[in-house]
């Protein structure tokens, strides 16, 4: 009996120690979304790890939010990539009242779970998700910080046209949803341009065997090469091209722009030109890369940097609004102007990035480097770009 | 009816927890109705696929194919697609038609193949459907390929439509709520066509052809036509499923339909006890439910038991998984509820394998 | 016919990688009537292991052929204790079981095997390192790299190795008879568990080195390159007719040539605007355009109707004997 007694003044005095406490900090709870499991796996953990380093240094910098210190905490799940766990993850999140997520991963999960997101009112923000679908729902809550495919397609496959002038590009994809709409808007884009692109050509996103397809294709000679997939199977396709004596410039979108090129590849990488959504992270933020680095022990291998951002603009949102109530904070998001790890982000009326920046990278002795910006159409040749970022930085901090 | 009061009092309350369930479920999280409803559709899955497998022996490692034959039939007929919308009860029985066409299509070939052999040819059949639904977008657009079709409709009956949520007898009726009582209907019916099923003349051909096709012909059973309704049958319920899948995932694409899926409900079917209906519906809603749990459970039980994330949560769902498919197999080699056949069987199995071997 | 040719020296060695891994997949068949679908796993153990060994050794200067196969050399050990705790543990507790059984415990297996090598070696895609410098070879128009030779070649040893120890040892004796009747086996004083155990064994050491030869050709790992791998070996194992040790080699040689010509040739036999027929009708063949029905993209559609072909003509396999087994 006196026992008991003893746990319950206890049990008061931890509440009364910790009351004070809660009444100055907000819960706020934030969910991620990407496969952890299966085959994309470690771009699934990549994404996580994105938005967990922006929460974890949002908590550090103790934001206020109404007037008391917000606790962010990232709810992290995993949706196997399949459409079907897509959904019920999503609603697993809505009834753990998240605030706010970050994902998914795949456009073939984003796309069957943004129903659900909009019928709770909760914003969604993908750092991956390609596919212009997901956007063209309507529905209000559904932002991205990545480039579409009809916004990055065509602007590799310019760059190609005007730079390399090719006559003749075979066209690949990894018959996925990401590789073969971005491979249709390239071979879209080259069309139009009358320039001559050969019959598609397609493997898998496991295939580890492209002997075959470039076989075929070294007797049609291509001038240069697009294939819309990801790294993985990217290095592979590359390196065999070359050991087969293949000579086209390879050519690639985001999914295989990663330094995983250079040691798949090996030596053969050298040249590839590749696409990103943004402004390359030697021009925008080197402090997302050291970060990651120092807290997760690894590079950051895709979409980190966005899935980072992601995080970090509905924090920003809410810091705006001054509430973490989705309701309150939904519509500052929408009309958000926010410098992120890829460059500045504003949403236009379906909520995908407006006038997104995309640069092309080329491999140059096993770096990807920078060589040109795009925006709203126009190129510009990095160079040239930096300067006038810097210009405009200078101004920015004056 | 003769039913003593204690089965009647037994039905009675498993029909009133069935029917407050989803709103019970609810309570703990919308995410579980949801949970429910994929629960039912893998029961029908798992039901189908059982008269394949359970009633006639014909091992079937392609099954989902016949799933996303009836789910791309309903959203192409009730989609943006082709700008197609025809009600779903016109589509379903097309669904089911399509899907059991398909079955046939599957069998025909496939009649003189046994055992492993027929495994790799359904394998290979699935796998082809699913390659050619990935690849129907070009030359011709038809299914959109990879990027799958969005927009489907959901059930629908004039204004009333079980996508939406709206209140109805005071209470909040969200749409996964509405289509559990939809797939409630559904499955009750399928599970009294497989009882009556079992028990008909095709049944106990099915068993007949299961347990030794030889004598099952020389007793005056046509095993092709009996081969072929097997197939039918079950690719019909799984069409149906299929259909029901697209109104509520409401998107579908090839990845839904991988062969990873058919191995699932085939585990189902053998970890539940072949050929036994009850023991299939168990295994299916074991199959679903544990890996839910799972996700729930994994990591507060860790942060419980360690005080702190040892490994990630996703990681020790799928070890755990893996490890309950083992152990139930080797503790319950026939399933959790064997078919009495198979039970009478398994006790006179060390004499009949003698004899078969020596053949 | 360059062409052809470099399709056909594509097709061969890819087919080697699968005849090797059938090969495991055959003899456990041949054995016990189980398709052991966690083999692949085995293969992708196997892969993983010489990674780790290669990257730790390869700084150290050694030549490259001593860090491969001292690799390798790590690699079988490991993954025959993982055929053998698989057999211990998940098949032999279930002989005389009903056949599916067996089927959903190695399910299991896969499952545990492959999140296990993720705690490992992590869900990244690995570039395995390239130690073997790879030389290509031109003849005329076709290129083969010394890679290419040497997997064909070390595909043909571990067949006629394999077929030795079948066909020419006491061990190979006890294993025909347990295939046979294990009953009767047992009877004539073979340990029917031990033959069985060994068989697993000598499976995973084949499993282990497929992984390498795989590692070593295509450059990459990841903890799910089993499940495709062993897929493909399955049906390269039937396609031979599962069980027979000749007919895996040939059943895999024949799939890597079906896809690789498959791949090659299936986009222009199906390329309506090659046909006078539509090639003036068609709106997509003007100005050179195509109108493809089936290209590349169907692949694995082709290689599985050629499977599906065989089978119904013989549906015992192109070299398998007919036996009466039920489902």
């Not at chain 2, 409900?265 to 519906?281: A, C, E, Y």
């Not at chain 3, 004539?188 to 080195?209: C, E, Q, S, W, Y």
């Amino acid at each position: 009996m006196k026992n008991a007694n003893m746990r319950i003044t206890l049990l008061v005095a931890a509440l009364g120690a910790a009351f004070p406490l809660c009444a100055q900090t907000l819960e706020v709870k934030i969910g991620h979304v990407a496969p952890l499991t299966g085959g994309i796996a470690h771009l699934g953990k990549d994404n996580e790890n994105g938005a967990r380093l922006a929460i974890e240094e949002a908590n550090a910098a103790k934001i206020k939010i109404g007037g008391k210190e917000a606790r962010f905490s990232l709810v992290a799940e995993d949706d196997q990539a399949d459409p079907k766990v897509g959904t019920t993850v999503a609603q697993k999140l809505v009834d753990q009242k998240v605030v706010g997520v970050v994902g998914h991963l795949n456009s073939g999960t984003s796309i069957p779970a943004s129903p659900i997101y909009n019928g709770a009112g909760i914003p969604v923000i993908s750092g991956s998700a390609t596919n212009p679908k997901l956007t063209e729902q309507g529905f209000k809550t559904q932002f991205r910080v990545v480039g579409r495919d009809d916004q990055q397609g065509p602007a590799i496959a310019s760059y190609l046209a005007t730079n390399r002038k090719p006559k003749v590009v075979a066209v690949i994809d990894d018959a996925t949803a990401y590789g073969e709409g971005i491979a249709n808007e390239v071979e879209k884009t080259l069309k139009a341009q009358k320039i001559s692109v050969l019959p598609r050509e397609k493997g898998t996103d496991k295939t580890t065997d492209w002997k075959a397809v470039l076989t075929k294709l070294r007797g049609r000679n291509p001038d240069a090469v697009f294939y819309g997939g990801m790294d993985a199977t990217g290095g592979l396709l590359l390196k065999q091209a070359r050991e087969l004596g293949i000579k086209a410039v390879f050519t690639f979108g985001d999914g295989a722009c990663t330094d995983k090129m250079k040691e798949l590849a090996g030596a053969a990488a050298d040249g590839l030109l590749c696409s990103q959504a943004g402004i390359p992270p030697q021009a925008a933020d080197r402090k997302f890369t050291a970060a990651y680095k120092k807290r997760f022990k690894a590079d950051p291998i895709l979409y980190a940097p966005f899935t980072y951002d992601g995080a970090n603009l509905l924090i920003e949102a809410m810091r705006k609004a001054d509430s973490s109530d989705p309701k309150k904070y939904l519509p500052v998001l929408s009309k958000i102007s926010y410098m992120g790890a890829t460059g500045r982000i504003a949403f236009d009326g379906k909520g995908d990035r407006k006038d997104a920046e995309m640069t092309i990278f080329s491999m140059n002795k096993g770096n990807l480097e920078p060589i040109a910006i795009i925006k709203s159409g126009k190129t510009i040749a990095y160079a040239e770009f930096i300067k006038g970022a810097g210009g405009a930085a200078a101004k920015g901090k004056k | 009816m003769k039913h003593p009061w204690a089965v009647r009092i037994g039905v009675v309350l498993i029909a009133v927890t069935l029917a407050i369930l989803p709103f019970a479920l609810a309570q703990v999280g919308t995410a579980w109705v949801r949970i429910t409803n994929y629960a039912v559709l893998y029961i029908l899955l798992a039901l189908g696929l059982n008269i394949v497998v359970g009633f006639a022996g014909l091992l079937d490692l392609g099954y989902i194919a016949f799933y996303a034959v009836g789910a791309y039939t309903y959203a192409l007929l009730a989609s943006p697609q082709f700008g197609l919308h025809l009600p779903f009860w016109i589509i379903l029985p097309i669904g089911a038609a399509v899907a059991a066409f398909f079955g046939v299509v599957l069998g025909a070939p496939t009649l003189k193949l046994r055992g492993d052999y027929l495994a790799i040819v359904t394998l290979g059949f699935g796998e082809i459907i699913r390659i050619i639904l990935n690849n129907l977008s070009r030359p011709v657009n038809i299914t959109n390929g990879p990027q799958g079709i969005g927009g489907i409709d959901p059930f629908r009956v004039g204004e009333f439509s079980l996508a939406s949520p709206q209140e109805m007898f005071g209470l909040d009726v969200s749409g996964p709520i509405k289509y559990y009582y939809l797939l409630l209907a559904v499955l009750i019916a399928v599970i009294l066509v497989n009882l009556r099923l079992q028990n008909s003349r095709i049944g106990r051909a099915w068993e007949a052809i299961r347990e030794d096709e030889i004598a099952a012909r020389a007793s005056g059973i046509n095993t092709t036509n009996i081969k072929l309704l097997a197939f039918a049958m079950g690719a019909t319920f799984g069409g149906v499923a299929g259909g029901m899948f697209s109104a509520i995932q409401s998107f579908i694409s090839p990845e839904s339909f991988v062969l990873v899926e058919s191995v699932m409900v085939l585990s189902m079917v053998v970890l539940g006890g072949m050929g036994n209906i009850w023991g299939v519906v168990l295994g299916a809603l074991l199959l679903s439910f544990v890996p839910e749990i799972l996700r729930w459970t994994v990591e507060p039980a860790q942060m419980a038991l360690f005080g702190r994330m040892l490994i990630e949560p996703e990681v020790i769902r799928m070890l755990l998984f893996g490890l309950a498919l083992v152990l139930v197999m080797l503790f319950r080699p026939a399933g959790l509820l064997p078919s009495a056949v198979r039970q009478r069987e398994l006790t006179a199995r060390g004499q009949g394998e003698l004899t078969e071997r020596s053949t | 016919m360059d062409t052809f040719l470099q399709q056909l020296v594509n097709g061969l060695t890819a087919g080697s990688v699968y005849a090797v891994v059938a090969l495991g997949y055959t003899m456990v068949y041949g054995i016990i009537q189980l398709i052991n679908f966690a083999h692949g796993e085995v293969v992708m153990i196997g892969a993983m292991v010489a990674f780790t060994m290669i990257n730790l050794l390869a700084p150290a200067g050694m030549p490259a052929l001593a860090v491969l196969l001292i690799g390798t050399g790590c690699a079988i050990p490991v993954c025959m204790l993982v055929g053998y705790s698989m057999e211990r543990f998940a098949y032999r507790p279930l002989r005389g079981a009903p056949r599916l059984a067996p089927l959903i415990t190695a399910i299991g297996i896969s499952i545990i095997l492959q999140h296990l090598a993720l705690l490992v070696w992590s869900r990244n895609v690995l570039a395995f390192p390239q130690i073997i410098e790879s030389r290509t070879y031109m003849f005329g128009g076709t290129a083969i790299t010394n890679v290419q030779v040497a997997i064909i070649a070390i595909c043909f040893a571990m067949m006629a190795g394999l077929a030795l120890l079948v066909y020419r040892t006491p061990l190979g004796t006890a294993m025909r008879a347990t295939a046979q009747n294990p009953q009767v086996a047992g009877l004539m004083g073979i340990d029917t568990n031990r033959v069985i155990a060994v068989t697993f064994i000598v499976g995973a050491a084949l499993g282990a080195v497929a992984g390498v030869l795989f590692g070593t050709y295509y450059g990459v790992a990841q903890y799910t390159m089993g499940s495709i791998l062993g897929l493909k070996a399955f049906s390269a194992a039937v396609l031979g007719g599962i069980g027979n040790i000749p007919g895996a080699m040939l059943g895999g040689l024949l799939l890597g040539v079906v896809e690789a010509l498959g791949a090659g040739y299936i986009g222009d036999i199906t390329d309506l605007c090659h046909y006078g027929v539509f090639a003036g009708t068609l709106e997509a063949c003007k100005d050179g355009g195509n109108f493809v029905l089936a290209g590349s993209n169907y692949q694995d559609v082709f290689s599985f109707l050629v499977l599906i072909l065989v089978l119904v003509f013989r549906p015992q396999g192109l070299l398998g004997e007919r036996v009466g087994d039920r489902a």
